[in-house]
């Protein structure tokens, strides 16, 4: 991720876009593969400037010019789009939202390509399978307060959860006011931890 922060300029090669087909669709990233990977992700935020290229190597412009249209496809605002908002001032639970919708060839990238995403580090073990996503979730824990992390409750044992609390609501919306409308705010046993699977448990909670 600081690889990418530090470049002054980061080239994308779009294989599956054309300039023709990007003007007829009024759109760059219909049908664009580039958009639904994990790593690249941290492509798309990391550097202040993105030039995008197609299939022909012809320039489709730069990340500001289409952070409208990225906002769109992706779900990511467009002030972090255009560098207008550091990205440590949204939610873990809204961060997490954006990776939701993308693929990763190894299940352990879907936690090591969002390291840089959250600010954390940790060793990368190849192997471990999903328990890379549970590491991530105990390192973000590590440095950050932010409970929306818990606000997710895909893989809770409901039957286990406290009755509804509305303080832990309100201490949720006063910890941030830029959830996504399918979160769930859950009161978890102090014995238990809401851990998740993999990122997907993210776009499917609610």
């Known amino acids: 991720f600081r690889y990418y922060a530090l470049c002054e300029v980061c080239y994308t090669y779009l294989h599956d876009v054309s300039v023709k087909v990007a003007v007829k669709n009024n759109t760059v990233f219909k049908g664009c593969k580039w958009i639904t990977r994990g790593w690249t992700l941290q492509e798309l935020l990391a550097p202040l400037v993105v ?8 320039m489709l412009g730069i990340k500001g010019d289409h952070a409208e249209d990225l906002a769109e496809w992706t779900g990511i605002p ?10 440590q001032s949204f939610s873990i639970a809204e ?10 060839t190894r299940v352990e990238d879907q936690a090591y390509s969002l390291l840089g995403i ?3 580090n940790m ?5 471990e399978g999903p328990k890379a996503f549970q590491r991530l979730q105990e390192e973000i824990m590590k440095h950050s307060p932010d409970t929306t992390l818990f606000a997710w409750g895909k893989i809770v044992d409901f039957a286990r959860l406290q009755p509804y609390d509305p303080n ?6 006063a910890t941030s006011s830029t959830l996504m409308p399918a979160l769930l705010p859950l009161t978890v046993p102090s014995d238990d931890t809401a851990m998740f699977h993999n990122i997907e448990d993210f ?3 609610g």
Not at 51 to 58: A, G, K, N, R, T
Not at 95 to 104: D, G, K, Q
């Open 51 to 58: 030039v995008f290229l197609d299939q022909s190597w012809q």
């Open 78 to 87: 467009v002030s972090v789009l255009r560098h207008q908002a550091d990205l």
């Open 95 to 104: 961060r997490m939202s954006w990776p939701s919708r993308r693929e990763t």
């Open 118 to 120: 959250f600010d954390v």
């Open 123 to 127: 060793p990368t073990l190849y192997g």
């Open 168 to 173: 832990f609501v309100q201490t949720l919306s």
């Open 203 to 205: 776009g499917r909670a």
